[in-house]
């Protein structure tokens, strides 16, 4: 019987499964962007790894961080200069608190049935956007790549994640928007998954997921 609960933060936990490449294209376009998303997708990688550079990144919480990562795309894009980027981060931010406000809902629900936790690669500034959204007493471990030195898929993250509970993979569900990083090495080491996305992604070949839903507010159901 599952005991705990992890779950990816970037798509997951703010978001239906969308991913934040996605989310930040479609504020780009509706602030007057013309790139496909393909085009932007390269930008906006560069500006994640510019992003974990930032002097001071560690103490950022959501909003600040947000506001860094459109500025450093501004830079990057052709046709950043012409965009209302503070429309584009209000956007967003506003977006993420409403995805917050109703999964945290269901957070609260879990919490009565399992200890929670948090793995996610991130920019080293992971409890302080948790704590900005309301959101990190709701977990018993948060494991940040940047602070541990780690990325999904690394299998030792998972693991590292299973000790900190004190329960084996075995008795933990993971639950992600990423199939390749979330769902596969969680599932490889003997852990329960599901895949958050929507209805109209395909998996990719391969993966198998234990369960698959196209919203959080699903997840209760799913682990009774």
């Known amino acids: 019987m ?39 997708s390269e930008h906006f990688s560069l500006s994640d790894r510019m992003l974990a550079r930032q002097p001071g990144i560690s103490g950022f919480g959501m909003g600040r961080m947000v506001a860094a990562q459109i500025e450093l795309l501004r830079s990057l894009l052709p046709d950043g200069g012409s965009l209302d980027t503070a429309q584009w981060s209000w956007g967003f931010l506003r977006d993420t608190r409403e995805a917050v406000a109703r999964n945290r809902v269901v957070l609260d ?25 309301g959101l990190e007493d709701c977990f018993a471990v948060v494991f940040d790549s940047a602070v541990v030195g780690l990325r999904k898929p690394d299998f030792r993250l998972f693991r590292a994640a299973f000790d900190a509970l004190g329960r084996p993979a075995e008795a933990c569900w993971m639950v992600g928007d990423n199939p390749v990083s979330d769902i596969e090495p969680a599932a490889r080491l003997g852990c329960a998954t599901c895949w958050l996305a929507p209805a109209e992604r395909p998996l990719p070949a391969g993966l198998a997921p234990t369960r698959r839903i196209a919203a959080f507010t699903e997840l209760p159901a799913v682990l009774d």
């Open 109 to 133: 629900q879990l919490c009565q049935q399992f200890e929670l936790g948090v793995v996610a690669n991130f920019t080293g500034n992971l409890r302080p956007c948790l704590e900005e959204l």
């Open 2 to 40: 599952a005991e705990a609960v992890l779950f990816d933060f970037g798509g997951t936990l703010d978001a239906d499964g969308r991913p934040w490449c996605d989310r930040f294209h479609a504020g780009y376009r509706a602030a007057g962007g013309r790139l496909g998303l393909v085009g932007f």
